[in-house]
C-alpha cells in the first residue's frame, strides 16, 4: 500500500514525484529545474514524438497550448539535424537559428538548448550591441558556436548585411511564429528566402492559433495566410485527450472590479493626447511612399497598446509603460535608414514624452500613488499577497516600493546621451 504522502506520477514510464511530495523540497523531481541531470531523462511524449516526425519531414508550424513543450521539440529537431551543425561554418557545416521576438525570451531558449544537449550556443539580445559588430566579429561567433540563440531583429541585422547566408542555416525557429502574419522582422526574414536557392528547414511554435477568439472560417484563413508565409504545414497533436493530460488547465474566477474613478482629470487628459495622435496617424496617407513596410505601423501598435495600459490598468501605469516604450524606440530611431519611418517614430517617442510630463505633474515617478491606478490592479495587488503570505509584511505599505532603489527606474534620456556619457565615463 502507498502512502498516501507520495504520489508518483507516471510519464511515459518514467516515475516522478510531484512537487508537494518530493522529500526533497517543492523542486525536487521537476527534470526542468534540474540544469545536472542528463538529458536522457528526459523522454518525449507521445504527441511532441508525433510532431518531431512531421518537422522531420517537412517545414512544420507547431500549433500547441503553452505549457505543452514546443520549445522541446524545437531542440529534438535540432539534436536530430545535429550533424549538419557539427564542424567548422561551411563548407563542412552548418548552424541552427533559434529566432525570438524580444531579448528576454533568448535566456529562455538558450537555457533550454544547454540543458537538453550538449551542442554549443550563442546567444544574441542587444541589437544596439551587436549591429555594430563587424563581419569578422559575427564570423568569430559562427565558428565557436553551432546553435545561435538570437531576437528577430538582430538576426535580420545580421542577413541583411550578408554576415550569414540563409544557405548556411540548416534548421531556422521561428518562436511565437505568428506574428508572421504581421508587417513584422519574421515576415521580412521569410521575404529573403525568395532569393535563397538552399533554404533552411523551417520550424514554427506558437499558441496564439489555438488561444485567439474567432470564427472558424477567420481561423482557417489565419492559418492558410501563416502556412503560405512561412512555407510551412501547421500541425497539431492528433490526440487532443492526451494533450490535455499535459498542459495546464486552470480554475477561473471572475472577479468583479468596480469602475475607475478620475478626480484629478488627468485620465481624461491622457486619453484625450493619445486619441488625438491615433487619429492623426490613422488620417495620414502614407500608401504612395511606402510600398514594403508600413511606415505607421510600430507608432499605431505603441499607442494602442498605451492606451489600452491606461484604459485597463490607470494612469500610473500608463506612465510606467510609456518609459519603458520610450527606451525601446531610441533602438528603433537610431537605426531606422528610411526617413520616413525615423519621422513617425519621432513622433510616437515625443508624443510618450509628453504623456510622462503630464504624469509629472500630479505624482512623482519614482513613488507608487494608489490613486492613479484602477480597481482592477488593486485587486490584483491583494489576490498575489493573498499568495505570498511569507513577504506579506514586506508589501504591507507602499514605502517599501517608493523607498526602492532609483536605478530601477526607466531614465528618460536619449540612448544617444548614454553613450556619450558611458564615452565620458571610460575617458
Known amino acids: 500500500m502507498k502512502s498516501p504522502a507520495l504520489q508518483p506520477l507516471s510519464m511515459a514510464g518514467l516515475q516522478l514525484m510531484t512537487p508537494a511530495s518530493s522529500p526533497m523540497g517543492p523542486f525536487f523531481g521537476l527534470p526542468w529545474q534540474q540544469e545536472a541531470i542528463h538529458d536522457n531523462i528526459y523522454t518525449p511524449r507521445k504527441y511532441q514524438v508525433e510532431l518531431l516526425e ?11 497550448n503553452t505549457g505543452s513543450g514546443k520549445t522541446f521539440i524545437a531542440v ?27 531579448a528576454n525570451q533568448v535566456a529562455q531558449q538558450v537555457s533550454a538548448v544547454r540543458t537538453h544537449s550538449d551542442l554549443k550556443v550563442g546567444e544574441y539580445s542587444d541589437l544596439e550591441v551587436n549591429a555594430s559588430w563587424t563581419k569578422e566579429r559575427w564570423s568569430q561567433e559562427f565558428t565557436k558556436h553551432q546553435v545561435l540563440i538570437m531576437t528577430c531583429y538582430v538576426a535580420l541585422t545580421v542577413l541583411k548585411n550578408g554576415y550569414l547566408s540563409l544557405s548556411d542555416i540548416n534548421l531556422l525557429v521561428f518562436d511565437e511564429c505568428h506574428l508572421a502574419i504581421l508587417d513584422h522582422p519574421y515576415r521580412e526574414i521569410m521575404k529573403l528566402c525568395e532569393s535563397c536557392p538552399s533554404c533552411p528547414r523551417i520550424l514554427g511554435l506558437t499558441a496564439s492559433i489555438l488561444n485567439g477568439k474567432c470564427d472558424p ?31 495546464s488547465q486552470p480554475c477561473e474566477i471572475v472577479v468583479d472590479c468596480g469602475p475607475f474613478t478620475d478626480r ?13 495622435a491615433l487619429d492623426f496617424i490613422n488620417d495620414c496617407n502614407v500608401a504612395v511612399y511606402s510600398k514594403e513596410r508600413d511606415s505607421t505601423l510600430i507608432s499605431k501598435q505603441i499607442l494602442s497598446d498605451c492606451r489600452a495600459v491606461l484604459v485597463v490598468l490607470g494612469p500610473w501605469c500608463a506612465d510606467k509603460v510609456a518609459g519603458m516604450m520610450v527606451r525601446e524606440l531610441q533602438k528603433y530611431i537610431k537605426h531606422e535608414q528610411e526617413e520616413l519611418h525615423r519621422k513617425f517614430l519621432l513622433f510616437t517617442d515625443t508624443l510618450l514624452r509628453k504623456i510622462h510630463a503630464l504624469c509629472e505633474e500630479y505624482f512623482s515617478p519614482a513613488s507608487l500613488d494608489l490613486k492613479y491606478v484602477t480597481p482592477k490592479v488593486m485587486k490584483l495587488l491583494e489576490i498575489l499577497r493573498k499568495y505570498k503570505p511569507y513577504e506579506r509584511q514586506q508589501f504591507e505599505s507602499v514605502e517599501w ?23 565620458k565615463k571610460k575617458k
Open 264 to 276: 484629478s482629470g488627468l485620465y481624461e487628459r491622457l486619453l484625450m493626447e493619445l486619441e488625438a
Open 54 to 64: 512531421a518537422a522531420l519531414d517537412h517545414n512544420t508550424i507547431v500549433c500547441l
Open 401 to 423: 516600493y517608493n523607498n526602492r532603489n532609483q536605478d530601477n527606474y526607466v531614465s528618460w534620456s536619449d540612448s544617444e546621451d548614454d553613450d556619450d556619457d558611458e564615452k
Open 217 to 247: 472560417e477567420e481561423l482557417e484563413e489565419k492559418i492558410q495566410k501563416l502556412e503560405r508565409i512561412l512555407r510551412s504545414d501547421a500541425e497539431t497533436a492528433t490526440d487532443l485527450v492526451v494533450l490535455d493530460r499535459y498542459t
Open 76 to 102: 529534438l529537431l535540432t539534436k536530430e539535424l545535429a550533424h549538419q551543425i557539427r564542424g567548422d561554418l561551411n563548407p563542412h557545416a552548418k548552424r541552427t537559428v533559434f529566432l525570438v521576438n524580444s
